[in-house]
């Protein structure tokens, strides 16, 4: 029976989990900056622009109230959406490093099973060598 040896196994795969890891870390920080470009524009104050003619005070306090509620309901799902980033990012870490014990298990039970196959073919080597001194012993 042909076994890999666990040491070049954990060597390619902790490369590939690596590459992996960076890959997956790059793609996280791009959504991260996406999305707070993306809403960065809420949280600004409205520059006031000298052009535009005087709003009455009516629809001013229904655009302020409009846009006081749009800013809390973009930052509750804001925050939301970086709770659920922090949270997937915590699984990710757990599930890497349990995927690190699996593999380690795996190396421990491989070399366990040679060792057990070394000791099976000793025994058997030695009650065939014995069988043999007591045939030859009978027939003597």
């Known amino acids: 029976m042909n076994a890999?040896?666990?040491?070049?196994?954990?060597?390619?795969?902790t490369e590939t989990v690596d590459s992996n890891l960076a890959a997956v870390t790059e793609v996280e920080a791009g959504i991260r900056d996406f999305v707070r470009n993306d809403i960065a524009y809420l949280r600004r104050p409205a520059a006031s622009t000298s052009d535009a003619p005087p709003l009455d005070p009516s629809a001013e306090a229904?655009?302020?109230n409009v846009n006081s509620l749009i800013q809390r309901v973009a930052g509750?799902?804001?925050?939301e959406i970086e709770n659920l980033i922090s949270e997937l990012e915590s699984l990710r870490d757990l599930l890497?490093?349990?995927g690190q014990r699996v593999q380690r298990e795996i190396s421990g039970y491989a070399q366990l099973s040679q060792a057990a196959m070394k000791?099976?073919?000793?025994?058997?080597?030695?009650?065939?060598?014995?069988?043999?001194?007591?045939?030859?012993?009978?027939?003597?």
Do not use: C, F
């Open 62 to 64: 229904t655009v302020n």
């Open 96 to 98: 890497h490093a349990e």
């Open 4 to 13: 890999i040896r666990p040491e070049k196994i954990e060597a390619a795969e």
């Open 119 to 140: 000791s099976t073919r000793m025994i058997a080597d030695n009650v065939s060598q014995w069988k043999r001194a007591a045939d030859g012993l009978r027939n003597s």
């Open 76 to 79: 509750t799902s804001l925050a």
